[in-house]
């Protein structure tokens, strides 16, 4: 069983950063796409990052130039590195894992196949 545990989240003023971390576990390869996505109560959900088997990245328009996301394979964590932070940003943020197929924010977003439990990025302006 495939667990995902997200954890840096927090509270931080407008232009402030934050990195997230997503420790994975129970896989015996890194044959998934990752990533995270957005969910903001009474909105839809929103893509962030993925990154596919191969370290290829892609980001949503919104977050691109201020979010890195980058993976550690040796210790199976995924990191996303959050800069000049904005108000928009705000919502719970999941770290999700899904087949290696067509590897993007989407994906991650509606095909997901294991789940974290989210950490909430709240920006104040």
């Known amino acids: 069983q495939v667990e995902l545990v997200e954890s840096g989240g927090g509270s931080v003023q407008a232009g402030g950063s934050l990195r997230l971390s997503c420790a994975a576990s129970?896989?015996?390869?890194?044959?998934?796409?990752m990533g995270w996505f957005r969910e903001v109560p009474g909105k839809e959900r929103e893509g962030v990052a993925a990154?596919?088997?191969?370290?290829?990245?892609s980001y949503a328009d919104s977050v691109k130039g201020r979010f890195t996301f980058s993976k550690d394979n040796a210790n199976n964590t995924l990191y996303l590195q959050m800069n000049n932070l904005s108000p928009g940003v705000t919502g719970m943020y999941f770290c999700?894992?899904?087949?290696?197929w067509g590897c993007g924010p989407a994906t991650v977003t509606y095909d997901y196949l294991y789940l974290g439990q989210g950490t909430q990025v709240t920006v104040s302006s």
């Open positions: 999700t894992a899904a087949l290696n």
């Open positions: 129970g896989y015996d390869d890194n044959n998934f796409c």
């Open positions: 990154i596919d088997d191969g370290g290829v990245t």
